[in-house]
C-alpha cells in the first residue's frame, strides 16, 4: 500500500521550518526518507523502526508514530540546500517491499 | 563499482520493440527494486527481488513487463512492445538486511526510457 504524503508542496524562505507527513493505512514496520534533487537519483535520509524513535540528519528530523502509522520530517532552520523532492517509503515487514510516497517538493528561497 | 550502476543512461526506441534495462546492485546486497519515474511523479514500485526468495511482482503495469536477476546479483528489465505511455525514468535500488532490519536502500542513477 502505498502512503500517503502531505503537503505535495511547500516554499520556504531561508531559516524557516516545515514538516512533511507520511501515513499508511497499514502496520508499519519501517519508515525511510528519501531526498531527490532534480535529475538525480533519490539519496538516503534516515530510517525509523516501529517504536516511536526520532533520528536526525544535520537540521532534519524525523518521527515515527505507531499508534497512528505516521512518519513525520521536520526541516528546522532551511537552508538553500534543502530544496528537493522528498520522498517517504515504508515497509510492512523488514521481508517487504519499500512503498513510496507521491513526494513532498521544498523549495527554499533566500 | 561503488555504487548501484544502471545501463543504459538514456534509450530511445521506436514504439513496438524491445528493450532491455540493465541494473548491478552493490555486491553482497539480498534486496534489489525496480521503480519507475515518470517526469514530475513520485516512485512507482515495479518489482522486488529479495535474496532466493519468489520476486514480489506486483507492481508490474502489464505483462509487457519482466524482470530476471542472474545469481542474486545483476537484474535486467525486459519491456516488450515498447508503448509512448512507458517513457518514464526507470530507476533501480539495492539494499542488504543487517541485524535482520533493512538498511537503506541506494539507487542507481536511472535509465531515461524515451519512446517514440
Known amino acids: 500500500q502505498q502512503p500517503v504524503q502531505s503537503p505535495q508542496a511547500v516554499i520556504l524562505r531561508e531559516g524557516e521550518d516545515a514538516v512533511i507527513n507520511c501515513s499508511s493505512s497499514k502496520a508499519l514496520y519501517s519508515v525511510h526518507w528519501y531526498r531527490q534533487k532534480h535529475g538525480e537519483a533519490p539519496v538516503f535520509l534516515m530510517i525509523?523502526?516501529?517504536?516511536?524513535e526520532q533520528k536526525g540528519h544535520e537540521k532534519i528530523s524525523a518521527s515515527f508514530n505507531e499508534k497512528k502509522q505516521q512518519s513525520s520530517l521536520y526541516l528546522t532552520a532551511s537552508q538553500l540546500s534543502y530544496s528537493g523532492t522528498y520522498f517517504c517509503g515504508t515497509a510492512l515487514s523488514n521481508d517487504y517491499k519499500l512503498s513510496f510516497g507521491a513526494g513532498t517538493t521544498v523549495t527554499v528561497r533566500a | 563499482g561503488a555504487g548501484v550502476s544502471q545501463s543504459p543512461s538514456n534509450k530511445v526506441t521506436e514504439k513496438g520493440k524491445d528493450v532491455e534495462l540493465r541494473c548491478d546492485p552493490i555486491?553482497?546486497?539480498?534486496?534489489l527494486y525496480w521503480y519507475r519515474q515518470s517526469l514530475g511523479q513520485g516512485l512507482e514500485f515495479l518489482i522486488y527481488f529479495q535474496g532466493n526468495s519468489a520476486p514480489d511482482k506486483s507492481g508490474l503495469p502489464s505483462d509487457r513487463f519482466s524482470a530476471e536477476r542472474t545469481g542474486g546479483s545483476v537484474s535486467t528489465l525486459t519491456i516488450q512492445r515498447t508503448q509512448q505511455e512507458d517513457s518514464a525514468v526507470y530507476l533501480c535500488?539495492?539494499?542488504?538486511?543487517?541485524?535482520?532490519?533493512?538498511?537503506?536502500?541506494?539507487f542507481g542513477q536511472g535509465t531515461r526510457l524515451t519512446v517514440v
Open positions: 525509523l523502526l516501529k517504536g516511536g
Open positions: 555486491s553482497g546486497h539480498t534486496a
Open positions: 535500488a539495492s539494499s542488504f538486511k543487517k541485524q535482520g532490519a533493512h538498511t537503506e536502500a541506494f
